[in-house]
């Protein structure tokens, strides 16, 4: 008998026969002891930086960047250890700018934001969410080389002092996610969005799972929070479970390479060979809608090599109860995988003419399809998950079914309890 995520809880299920299975998660590590002095330690020894209590001055204006609820960052702990260093600097409440970066996603309840800060916090400080579609908000950085056009939410750049909060864990288009990505994207204007989520930076070879060195988007969002301002970051490595195996705090570039170092050697995990099927877990909260829920299936075809053959099956268990997701990426995903009659047309519509952000998402799963069959199992919306090109099941065994009708009842079947926050890499082919 084998568990995956689904929603809050799991989902059991077991192999037909004749399917054979390997079982791959992240290496295990010892989460911090407490998670309080971890953070505090970090903030006391940061990497490249003075502690913030010597950066931030009595009068300054402090911008804190914090992520959405779509990320497992524990900012519950991270923000009011923050707030802790300014006060003790002479910073005053009124002085500080909580701004949500939510990207081109849904914009954050009230009860989202108590869950993410505490009700204490809240109630205290200002907390915004970034508005990625209003100019108003926006102010305009300019071009970068490569022609990226960076805008970024007034709150910060009107700051003194500019800090981000952010997980260390694979990411298909930075290589691995947190550092810059708060500030550069998520507090950004749809402009910088769609083009750093664009086709050319999208379909470039550097742009790919665990991948920094030579990967034009991580290129892109350094430069653009360098020119919003960034100036420290608090992040964290979490396991499976979502307990802190490590913190970081300092420099934005520096502090995250000593995460990414160390997330490496968790994440990363040797698979001996591709597989006929995968199946991914998300669990709460990417799960919750089918944008962010068809990340497994990208992840695990865009892993340094594909887990799968071509023609093979990725089934990924979701629950989707907000359906493809309310936000307008969200909503710009699913007009473009309903709309367009077929595969081909998605992808060739994106190079051809491009897309809004958001709508690199419909652009990824084009290319997944392309190659490979995605089954969601137990979604509440399964008339979406058709209308996008997915096959939806309504359980494990129906979906194991339908691959064993298409292949074959001899498969062997890699199973990714974690298949965000585990890297698998094939070492033959």
């Given amino acids: 008998m084998y568990e995956i995520p689904y929603g809050k809880g799991k989902i059991e299920f077991s192999l037909p026969a004749g399917m054979r299975a390997d079982v791959v998660v992240s290496k295990p590590a010892k989460p911090v002891p407490d998670r309080s002095e971890a953070v ?16 931030a001055h009595s009068g300054d204006r402090v911008c804190i960047v914090f992520t959405d609820v779509t990320r497992s960052c524990p900012d519950e702990l991270l923000v009011p250890a923050i707030l802790s260093e300014l006060s003790q600097a002479g910073v005053r409440d009124q002085d500080i700018t909580l701004l949500c970066g939510v990207g081109m996603h849904r914009a954050s309840t009230h009860e989202e934001k108590v869950e993410k800060l505490g009700a204490g916090v809240v109630e205290r400080y200002r907390v915004i969410d970034s508005e990625p579609q209003n100019p108003s908000v926006l102010v305009d950085l300019g071009v970068t080389d490569i022609g990226m056009p960076v805008s970024v939410h007034r709150a910060a750049i009107e700051s003194d002092l500019v800090i981000a909060t952010g997980i260390v864990e694979p990411h298909q288009y930075a290589g691995y996610s947190g550092g810059s990505k708060t500030l550069a994207v998520g ?23 665990g991948k920094i060195v030579g990967n034009p988007f991580h290129e892109a969002v350094r430069e653009a929070a360098r020119r919003g301002g960034l100036k420290f970051i608090v992040n964290v490595v979490l396991d499976d479970d979502k307990r802190i195996l490590r913190v970081a705090a300092g420099d934005p570039e520096k502090a995250f390479m000593d995460l990414v170092s160390f997330a490496r050697t ?19 909260p990417k799960d919750s809608n089918l944008y962010q829920a068809s990340r497994a299936a990208s992840y695990l075809f865009f892993a340094p090599t594909s887990v799968v053959k071509p023609g093979g099956y990725l089934i990924i268990p979701a629950r989707c109860e907000e359906g493809a997701g309310s936000g307008p990426g969200e909503q710009r995903f699913f007009t473009a995988m309903r709309d367009m009659p077929d595969i081909r047309s998605i992808l ?82």
Avoid: W
Wanted: some cysteine; charged content about 15%.
């Fill in 40 to 55: 505090a330690e970090a903030l006391s020894h940061p990497i490249g930086t003075p502690p913030l209590r010597q950066m």
């Fill in 187 to 209: 507090a950004a204007g749809e402009n910088l969005i769609a083009f750093s989520h664009g086709p050319a930076i999208v379909d470039h070879p550097g742009t790919r799972l």
């Fill in 266 to 284: 968790i994440y990363e995990v040797p698979v001996p060979k591709q597989y006929d099927v995968a199946i991914g877990g998300v669990g709460f």
């Fill in 348 to 429: 060739d519509d994106a190079r051809r003419n491009g897309y809004p952000p958001g709508q690199q998402r419909a652009f990824v799963v084009a290319k997944v399809l392309e190659q490979t069959n995605v089954i969601i199992v137990g979604s509440e919306c399964p008339e979406i998950v058709a209308a996008c090109k997915m096959t939806p099941a309504g359980t494990m065994d129906e979906a194991l079914r339908t691959a064993a009708r298409v292949l074959g009842t001899s498969l062997d079947v890699l199973i990714v309890p974690h298949a965000l926050l585990t890297l698998p890499v094939v070492q033959e082919i």
